[in-house]
């Protein structure tokens, strides 16, 4: 699905998702940011919740098992990061809940295209 974004002052945006994905191990997500002209600043690639690059920012166990909360940072070029928030549940399934993007601006860089 697509959606326009704003960056904050901070260069940062959230894009809010809540999407159920199946099983934990086979699912791809792809995050990709454009310039309001189509130029391609930001391309995540294949996500899967198998790669090794997800880090668990919290685990709360309950009644029926564990609850964890997943982040996934994605670098591209030009400054320009994708963060992947998944919610884990007990029963092997997942919900992507936010992609957030950040731009980080170098010193040598004059001025960033506006998504």
Do not use: Y
């Amino acid at each position: 699905s697509e959606a326009e974004v704003q960056l904050s002052s901070a260069n940062e945006a959230s894009f809010r998702c809540m999407l159920e994905v199946g099983s934990l191990k086979s699912p791809h997500m792809r995050a990709q940011l454009r310039s309001e002209n189509g130029q391609l600043l930001c391309d995540s690639g294949l996500v899967s919740l198998a790669d090794d690059d997800w880090i668990c920012l919290s685990t709360i166990t309950a009644e029926t098992g564990f609850f964890r909360s997943l982040s996934c940072m994605i670098d591209c070029d030009q400054g320009w990061s994708f963060c992947f928030d998944v919610k884990e549940r007990p029963d092997s399934t997942a919900i992507l809940r936010f992609v957030r993007i950040v731009h980080i601006k170098s010193s040598q860089e004059e001025e960033v295209p506006t998504p």
